[in-house]
């Protein structure tokens, strides 16, 4: 746990590839739907391509890969044998060593759960500079989904926090389809409300609620925002939300 990236699926493995077969046909929904939607805001048509389609095809991919900003010592250890060598005679021979262990609670950011999300958040915004009245609503579909998402999660042993997968995407969507009405500007309005209020709701302001918990009750645990437990949410709610709105209006 002391390197820096950490590798872990935000599901079962064989979950994942069900995960990632479900979701391309989606995928390639909203990515045709994110194209246009950058077009309209003023970015050219390679430059709209390429964000729409790599940054969330990486979010997915990338989801396995963690970076570790923090370590919690949670003050109890945990015996670990390790196999050490002692020389007799000038001949090396094994020993199995026991050593204690600090348990420890790690908080990392997720790349394609958090670190991404962010990014192609940060892209919409600013291609809705030309619109200001717009920040408004992207303000109020991010509290909304924020409070909404920080009620519905709750802080599981050994997971992290969890949020249920479809209520970040629905509430975002039917917070854009109620605040904007021109469809291409309510689809960034939804995917950034889904994306940064399920980050904001369930992951930083949950985590901080309940971080006491892992620490003081359930013990060691990988904390990764926007990784497992919300990574599906936040993740759906790029895909969803897009899609529901332009259906929708």
Known sequence: MSKRLIISFPAHPFMFWIYLFITIPLFLLAQEVLTKTFINLGFSRNIALFIAGNLFFLSLILSIFNLKVKEIGTRT???????????????PFPVIMPRFVENKIVIALNIGGCIIPIIMSSILLIG????????????SGILVTCVVTYYSSRAIPGLGIAVPSLIPPLIASLSAIILVREIWLAIPVAYVSGSLGSLIGADVLRLKKD?????????PA??????????DGIYLSGILAVLLVYITL
């Open 211 to 219: 971080l006491y918990k892992f620490v003081n009750i359930y013990g």
């Open 128 to 139: 809705l500079r030309m619109y200001p009245a717009t920040y408004i609503a992207v303000a």
């Open 222 to 231: 990988l904390l990764s925002i926007g990784g497992a437990g919300t990574f």
């Open 77 to 91: 250890y945990r015996v670990v044998f390790e196999k050490q060598y002692i020389s007799f005679y000038g001949f």
